[in-house]
């Protein structure tokens, strides 16, 4: 790694990771105008729930990959299949062909974070590494200051089909940086791939997530297809964790687990996730929908998420040097209760700015504990640990947000039916109708105003349970008292 050019390949690792971190929120941005123009909201969930899924799955693999066979060739074949599925995506004509090629999308995401951070934890010292991963986490927040605004410009002008193409040069740049200026060390180990485990876990998150988004829509909760899916959820989750324990490179050690700063740090990435989907996926629709704002309006209220992310991020790393892990992440866990406590008590009366404020905490929140935990569990493990460590925070984090859209997507849905019941000229789908200031016009005004009524009502219940998320995270984060600051390298 000495013969490295760090600074060449930091700025390669920070356009990956502002590619796939802009993903999510100018996707979030657009999703009104692309359900507007192909339809099917009830599938709306569906867009990022394809994307999250395969991110989840794959992040442990390209992990365990990542110290197998090398940095390098994990992160190539990552950033290719995403840049063809950014492609495909733009080309989609139907919510299903969307869906569908979020699913490769996906499947390439799951390498470029993870990978990414791993790359920063093996060429910088642990004391280095507070202050960079404040850097990287930051391209988060500056990501999603350019998202929101560039996907309400597009959107508007060119097509929501552009949301998709811009990260093709980026990606491009990123691609040839680490090609060209990684040098990595040669691996005698052979690569061992948990095929198996992988092929488990796919299922039984699938099984999982079905059940979540469709649960109380297409069939009842307390059915034949519930019992069934949940069986199967169950069943080759436990078939999982055995064959991960009987396999001799598993893609999830679980000896790594046994360290209280991976632990504590994973578990509450779990629930920072499912409050992080909470908030940038439906957003959006709250502003457009329900304050009949504009689609770059709808786009500020998230932008004020990713002011407080960076700034948040870079004062993390000297935090950790000054104050320790525990109070850096405690202060995080504040911050997370004070904004999602504002989004419950968010009235469509209070405009976008209140909606802007709240996302504003939650960005601070999130930046504080995410540089906290990445630095924390990467000084806690070995470089032959570090990728699937890294992973494995990655993977929570995914896991949680993968669990949350489906979740939260679903007592949305049903929230909606239940409010829409009594209107028997309004179905779910008349929900798209408020979405895009063309159809709200045409609307007769008792319509609009029930559909405006139901659909706050909806997204008041999924803010609700981004709360109880953030105040399980900042129980959570009492695990980590002792944990003072940055320690030396684990060799």
Same mark, same amino acid.
């Given at each position: 790694?000495?013969?490295?050019?760090?600074?060449?390949?930091?700025?390669?690792?920070?356009?990956?990771?502002?590619?796939?971190?802009?993903?999510?929120?100018?996707?979030?941005?657009?999703?009104?105008?692309?359900?507007?123009?192909?339809?099917?909201?009830?599938?709306?969930?569906?867009?990022?729930?394809?994307?999250?899924?395969?991110?989840?799955?794959?992040?442990?693999?390209?992990?365990?990959?990542?110290?197998?066979?090398?940095?390098?060739?994990?992160?190539?074949?990552?950033?290719?299949?995403?840049?063809?599925?950014?492609?495909?995506?733009?080309?989609?004509?139907?919510?299903?062909? @969307?869906?569908?090629?979020?699913?490769?999308?996906?499947?390439?995401?799951?390498?470029?974070?993870?990978?990414?951070?791993?790359?920063?934890?093996?060429?910088?010292?642990?004391?280095?590494?507070?202050?960079?991963?404040?850097? @990287?986490?930051?391209?988060?927040?500056?990501?999603?200051?350019?998202?929101?605004?560039?996907?309400?410009?597009?959107?508007?002008?060119?097509?929501?089909?552009?949301?998709?193409?811009?990260?093709?040069?980026?990606?491009?740049?990123?691609?040839?940086?680490?090609?060209?200026?990684?040098?990595?060390?040669?691996?005698?180990?052979?690569?061992?791939?948990?095929?198996?485990?992988?092929?488990?876990?796919?299922?039984?998150?699938?099984?999982?997530?079905?059940?979540?988004?469709?649960?109380?829509?297409?069939?009842?909760?307390?059915?034949?297809?519930?019992?069934?899916?949940?069986?199967?959820?169950?069943?080759?989750?436990?078939?999982?964790?055995?064959?991960?324990?009987?396999?001799?490179?598993?893609?999830?050690?679980?000896?790594?687990?046994?360290?209280?700063?991976?632990?504590?740090?994973?578990?509450?990435?779990?629930?920072?996730?499912?409050?992080?989907?909470?908030?940038s996926s439906y957003l959006p629709a709250y502003v457009t929908g329900v304050m009949e704002q504009p689609a770059a309006i709808a786009g500020f209220t998230l932008t004020t998420m990713s002011i407080g992310w960076p700034i948040a991020s870079v004062l993390s790393g000297r935090l950790l040097i000054s104050i320790?892990?525990?109070?850096?992440?405690?202060?995080?866990?504040?911050?997370?209760?004070?904004?999602?406590?504002?989004?419950?008590?968010?009235?469509?009366?209070?405009?976008?700015?209140?909606?802007?404020?709240?996302?504003?905490?939650?960005?601070?929140?999130?930046?504080?504990?995410?540089?906290?935990?990445?630095?924390?569990?990467?000084?806690?493990?070995?470089?032959?640990?570090?990728?699937?460590?890294?992973?494995?925070?990655?993977?929570?984090?995914?896991?949680?947000?993968?669990?949350?859209?489906?979740?939260l997507g679903s007592i949305l849905n049903s929230s909606l039916l239940n409010r829409l019941d009594d209107s028997s000229n309004l179905s779910l789908e008349s929900v798209n109708s408020i979405l895009s200031i063309d159809s709200r016009v045409q609307l007769p005004e008792a319509d609009k105003l029930v559909l405006?009524?139901?659909?706050?009502?909806?997204?008041?219940?999924?803010?609700?349970?981004?709360?109880?998320?953030?105040?399980?995270?900042?129980? @959570?984060?009492?695990?980590?008292?002792?944990?003072?600051?940055?320690?030396?390298?684990?060799?």
């Amino acid at each position: 790694m000495e013969q490295t050019k760090r600074p060449l390949i930091l700025i390669a690792v920070m356009l990956a990771m502002f590619v796939s971190a802009v993903e999510a929120t100018i996707v979030s941005t657009a999703m009104p105008s692309i359900a507007a123009d192909l339809g099917g909201f009830s599938k709306y969930s569906w867009v990022f729930s394809a994307y999250l899924l395969m991110s989840t799955v794959t992040v442990l693999l390209y992990g365990k990959l990542a110290d197998l066979v090398g940095r390098k060739a994990v992160f190539t074949f990552g950033m290719l299949l995403f840049l063809i599925g950014s492609l495909l995506c733009g080309l989609a004509d139907s919510m299903e062909q @969307l869906i569908a090629f979020r699913f490769i999308q996906g499947a390439g995401a799951g390498a470029i974070m993870p990978i990414a951070s791993t790359i920063v934890g093996d060429i910088y010292s642990p004391e280095e590494r507070a202050k960079i991963q404040g850097y @990287l986490s930051s391209v988060w927040g500056i990501s999603a200051i350019a998202g929101p605004a560039i996907g309400g410009v597009l959107v508007a002008t060119i097509g929501w089909q552009y949301v998709f193409w811009v990260n093709l040069p980026l990606g491009i740049l990123s691609l040839l940086g680490i090609l060209v200026y990684l040098k990595e060390p040669v691996r005698m180990k052979r690569a061992k791939v948990d095929y198996r485990g992988a092929l488990f876990l796919t299922i039984a998150l699938s099984s999982v997530l079905y059940l979540l988004i469709e649960g109380g829509v297409s069939f009842g909760w307390l059915s034949a297809p519930s019992y069934l899916l949940a069986i199967i959820g169950a069943l080759f989750m436990f078939w999982f964790v055995k064959a991960e324990r009987a396999s001799s490179d598993p893609m999830m050690p679980f000896e790594i687990w046994q360290n209280r700063a991976i632990l504590y740090a994973n578990l509450v990435s779990l629930a920072t996730g499912i409050i992080l989907i909470g908030i940038s996926s439906y957003l959006p629709a709250y502003v457009t929908g329900v304050m009949e704002q504009p689609a770059a309006i709808a786009g500020f209220t998230l932008t004020t998420m990713s002011i407080g992310w960076p700034i948040a991020s870079v004062l993390s790393g000297r935090l950790l040097i000054s104050i320790g892990y525990f109070r850096t992440s405690l202060l995080g866990g504040s911050f997370l209760l004070i904004g999602t406590a504002l989004f419950v008590t968010m009235q469509p009366g209070f405009g976008p700015l209140w909606a802007g404020m709240s996302s504003f905490f939650v960005g601070v929140g999130m930046g504080l504990t995410s540089t906290a935990f990445i630095v924390s569990i990467q000084s806690a493990v070995s470089y032959d640990k570090r990728g699937a460590a890294t992973a494995s925070n990655m993977f929570m984090r995914n896991l949680g947000s993968t669990i949350g859209v489906a979740l939260l997507g679903s007592i949305l849905n049903s929230s909606l039916l239940n409010r829409l019941d009594d209107s028997s000229n309004l179905s779910l789908e008349s929900v798209n109708s408020i979405l895009s200031i063309d159809s709200r016009v045409q609307l007769p005004e008792a319509d609009k105003l029930v559909l405006q009524e139901a659909l706050a009502f909806g997204l008041r219940n999924v803010y609700s349970i981004a709360f109880l998320c953030a105040l399980v995270s900042f129980l @959570l984060i009492f695990g980590l008292r002792g944990l003072k600051g940055v320690k030396p390298d684990v060799k």
